[in-house]
């Protein structure tokens, strides 16, 4: 079954750090691109980070510099160092496949539960 259960979110403060992991039960998952997700209040979800299989990264451009996404393929665990935070990062975080993983027989995207992060002034 996919499943993908994010922690570490938090409270922190503008300038201070926090650490979010991920683990994935998914199949094939060293092959696949893997992304942290993020969806503030009364906004879409928009794509953080990804990294690929090869170990390639990518990163928006609001918090490029800041954030470091990194993967362990033994462990099927992505994880997401945040630091110089700031105040709109606060938002729930996600991570999936990047793509997004679809259940076809359904016609949904697979989410985990999120963990909020939320980041005072």
């Known amino acids: 079954q996919v499943r993908f259960v994010e922690s570490g979110g938090g409270l922190a403060q503008a300038g201070g750090s926090l650490r979010l992991s991920c683990a994935a039960s998914i199949s094939m998952f060293s092959t696949r691109a893997i992304g942290w997700f993020r969806q503030a209040l009364g906004k879409q979800r928009e794509l953080v980070a990804s990294?690929?299989?090869?170990?390639?990264?990518v990163y928006a451009d609001s918090v490029k510099g800041r954030f470091t996404i990194s993967r362990d393929n033994a462990k099927n665990m992505i994880d997401l160092q945040m630091n110089t935070l700031k105040p709109e990062d606060t938002a729930v975080y996600y991570c999936?496949?990047?793509?997004?993983?679809?259940?076809?027989?359904?016609?949904?995207?697979?989410w985990g539960q999120g963990t909020l992060v939320t980041v005072s002034s």
């Open positions: 999936n496949t990047n793509p997004p993983w679809r259940d076809w027989t359904k016609g949904l995207e697979i």
């Open positions: 990294v690929t299989g090869g170990g390639s990264t």
